[in-house]
Structures are given as structure tokens and as C-alpha cells.
């Protein structure tokens, strides 16, 4: 990696600064740079794109093959305010800009673009020399502390580099905020954004964790590493029914996660903090209706005659669940299967049908994948993610109050908004800088 020590400055004020070299900020730095911007791009650890490095389980899930109505479909809040940037910088120019840089792609399950070697790790090196190839500089170990506003516009950043007492005032025409959210804060994305938005007058919706596990009351803690592949997760809110996803899902120490659960835990995230109560169940059988499930369960009666319940039950569970069912329908596992007569035969078909908990809480900012929540859309403006607020500053990534499910769509929104902001605000600088660039 080429380190810079942002000395260029002296000569003027950089055309572009971009702050947080995540996926966001490097798409952004890149792209202004290609436009002709000099660009800094400073960033707060020892290196660029910490998180992207462990994306995807290791792997770096870095798109998706669905189409952009489908992908509209995967993000929250307000999708279509993310039209411009998908129409500027879309799944396709994801993956050319990889093979260009030497990173071969692979499509799997669900659409999920991944690198071929597997390595997230490749990613994230490939974007890096694929920013400064085009001409950025980069400045790690650089945390910037503060956006200094010069008669009600942005004109450069306090930033307190690694080995220096004093804060430096760097100069920029543009700066971009790419601080990434709160999630993963040992990654060095610690909401500094945030406040860098608030502090400016901009509105920041609440951050909360998402995509995330959920604790739950009864937790069985013996099933726990479960993992059932074909579950409807149903979640329920003050006792009403909410939405139901079907899909993955794991049974952990402390409660529930999974594909299923996480794309629910935003919405389970939100109830909570307003107090509400929450609850989800587990649909086990959902190919059978309760007739055929109960018509399925007397097969089993019949043709297991005379065993145990426990034999019974695992006729019709997985073993991790058989002590679990007992346990919730007060049977005892090695007692004869007639215990299952009458109200405990409807009990069991409910609970297969209908497995109930209720949601205690949910894991933190060190184990959520994404952070809800962020810089207000009302204060940006969709077609150049430009601030309604201060002039020359934008906004890409996981700052902007907006995320999404699993499936690649996440990075796809820091990809797109990285690079539709870089080039708003190289666009910008070139217009109002005072030599021929
Ligand atoms: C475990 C995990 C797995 C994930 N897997 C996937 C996946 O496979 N596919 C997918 O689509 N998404 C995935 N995501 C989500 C995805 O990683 C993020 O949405 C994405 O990284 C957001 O990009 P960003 O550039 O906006 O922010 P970030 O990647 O968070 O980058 C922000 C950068 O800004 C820097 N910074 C912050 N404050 C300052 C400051 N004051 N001064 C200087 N620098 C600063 C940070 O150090 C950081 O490098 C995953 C997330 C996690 C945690």
C-alpha cells in the first residue's frame, strides 16, 4: 500500500477528501480520483477496509445477480432512494471492476456473487490497489476528529494522525463521509459519522443494531448449534401477527439465529427499545397443514406401538428437539407413547406447528452485521448523495440511514453510494477549483 502523509495539502487544499476507507470510501476515493480530483482518503486504523476483510464468513458475499427491483426489495428504509446510485454503479460494475483488478467472481445459492479464491481478503486488497491506481492517496493511522466549516460550508477536517500531539487541518473543496455504522466497532467503524452529521445540524435516525441474534425465553441451551433449513419464523408484536420468513435457522446458547431470524431482527430490534412484546414462533411442519399433520402423527403412533415418547418424537424431530419437546410438553422421554392421548396429542401437533418464544433481548454492537439507523435521507440528496445541509459534503455507505438483509446487498449499497458520491463531489471540486485540472 502506498502511504501517503496528506503533505500534499500544502500546495492547496485536496480536491476531494474522504474519510473511512471502508468499501464505501474507496469506491468513492477511486472514482473521484478517475474523474481527475486529487483525492485523500483518510482512515483511522493501520489499514483500509478492516471489515470487508472478514465479510461473508471470510469470504466477502460482495454482490447479488438478482435484479435491481429485487434488490429494492432487500433494503430498508426507503429503497428507492437508492435508484441513482444503482443506475450509476450496479452489480455488473461490481464484478468488472474486480475481474479488471485480477479478482475472478463466482455466482452461488440465492444469486451470492462471491471472489472464486474464496478470500475476502483478495477483496479487499484488490480494491485498495484499484483506488490508488486511479490516483488516490492514502493516509492510515489518520483519525479525523472534526469537519471545520468555513462560512457554513465544509472545508477540510481536523485529524489526529498517529504519532502527533497536535490535530492537523487538512483542506478540502469536497469532503466525503464514508464512517461506515456502529457494528463491528473493533473494525474501527465506531459511529463517528454520527456525530460528525449531528454536529453539522444534520438529523441522524437512531443507530441500532441489526441483522443480529435474538435471546429468548425459554432458550434451550441442549439444542444449542441446531440448525433446521426449512422453518417459518413468524414474529409476533403485543400478540399480533407481524411477518413470517421461511428459511434457516439456529438454535444458539442464549436463544435463536439464522438467515431467518437476523432478516426479523430489525424489526424485533425496534420493538424492543419501544418496550414492546415480542415474540416469534416456529412453524417445524410447514409443508403439512394441522389435518395432515395430525394424520401423519397417527402413522407414527400406529407404527411405533408400544415404544417410548421419545421414540415417537424422533420420528417426527430432530434428536437436539426430541428432550426439548419433552421437556415443554411435561412428557417423560422414556415413558410409553400413550401419554400422547387426547389434550397432549394437541398440544404436541401446536407446539410442532407453533413453537413459541418469547424475545428477552438481542446481541450488541460487537455481533450485529449492519447498524440501522443513520444520517436522515430527508438531509441528502438522492441524485448526487449530496447534504441538504452543508455545502461540498457527502455521505456513502453504512453512515446513511440505510441497510439491508444478507445476501450481498449491503456491501452492493456501500459499492453504489461510494461511487455516485465520488463522483458528485470530484465533479464539484474540478467546477470550483481555481487551476486547470
Ligand atoms: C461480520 C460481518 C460480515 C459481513 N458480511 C457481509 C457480506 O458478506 N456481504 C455484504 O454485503 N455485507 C456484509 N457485511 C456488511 C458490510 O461489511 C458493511 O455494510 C460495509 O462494510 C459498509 O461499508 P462502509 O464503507 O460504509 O463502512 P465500513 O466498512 O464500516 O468502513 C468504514 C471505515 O471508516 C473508518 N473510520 C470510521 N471513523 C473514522 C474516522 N473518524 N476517521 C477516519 N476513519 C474512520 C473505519 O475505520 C472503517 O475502515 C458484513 C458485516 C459484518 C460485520
Known sequence: MRQGDGTHAAQGAWDVAVVGGGPAGL????????????????????????????????????TNMKPLEAHLQEIHPEPRFLRQAFQAFFNRDVIALFEAQGVATRV????RVFPASGQAWDVADALVAWAEAQGVEILPHARVAELVIHEGAVSGLRVQLRGSTAPRIIEARCVILATGGQSYPGTGST?????????????VEAPRPALVRIETRPAHEGAQGLILKNVETTLWIDGKKQVGEFGEVEFTAKGLAGASVLRLSRRIVEAKAADRKVEVTLDLKPALDLAKLEARLLRELEALRGGSCRHLLRALLPLALVDVFCERLG?????????????????????????????????????????????????I????LASRKIPNLYFAGEVINLDANTGGYNLQIA?????????????KAIEASPKAH
Open 27 to 62: 469506491l468513492a476515493a477511486g472514482r473521484a480520483a478517475m474523474l481527475g480530483a486529487r483525492v485523500l482518503l483518510l482512515e483511522k486504523m493501520e489499514k483500509p477496509a478492516r471489515k470487508l476483510r472478514i465479510t461473508g464468513k471470510g469470504r466477502a458475499n460482495i
Open 108 to 111: 452461488e445459492r440465492g444469486e
Open 191 to 203: 459511529g463517528d459519522g454520527f456525530h460528525f452529521a449531528e454536529a453539522t445540524g444534520h438529523r
Open 331 to 379: 412428557l417423560e422421554p422414556v415413558g410409553p407413547m400413550t401419554q400422547l392421548q387426547g389434550s397432549k396429542r394437541k398440544k404436541l401437533l401446536g407446539l410442532l406447528k407453533e413453537m413459541r418464544f418469547e424475545v428477552t433481548g438481542h446481541g450488541g454492537w460487537e455481533e450485529a452485521i449492519v447498524t440501522a439507523g443513520g444520517v436522515s435521507l430527508k438531509d
Open 381 to 384: 440528496d438522492p441524485r448526487t
Open 415 to 427: 459499492f453504489s453510494t461510494g461511487w455516485l458520491a465520488g463522483e458528485s463531489a470530484a465533479r
